[in-house]
């Protein structure tokens, strides 16, 4: 892997870990039985998310990058509550008892 793309990957992860940490903040998050705390999780998200955009505007123009970021950053917020009913789903699919067939 070359240096370059190493950034990139870097760059998408810091993105989208900085969004999911603001995610987890929101009062109606559904991954948490209590949302992260405000205080200190949204500026380590802003940080992060910050973070992936320099670099990415280290690798493109900077508005190229605010595009990619901000892309990125609606991909996660979608994908989170959507990923969540899933899990949730599937849970309770796992311990719904199951019937027998008729004998």
């Not at 995610?23 to 405000?38: D, E, K, V």
């Not at 998200?45 to 900077?62: E, H, I, K, Y």
């Amino acid at each position: 892997m070359n240096e370059s793309a190493a950034v990139v990957l870097l760059a998408t992860a810091l993105v989208a870990a900085g969004t999911a940490s603001l995610y987890l903040t929101a009062p109606r998050q559904q991954w948490l039985g209590r949302p992260l705390s405000s205080r200190h999780w949204r500026g380590i998200g802003a940080v992060l998310w910050l973070a992936g955009w320099w670099l990415w505007g280290d690798q493109t123009r900077p508005v190229t990058a605010l595009f990619v970021a901000l892309m990125l950053s609606m991909l996660v917020l979608v994908a989170m509550p959507l990923l969540a009913v899933l899990r949730e789903a599937h849970q309770a699919r796992q311990s719904a008892p199951r019937s027998g067939g008729p004998s």
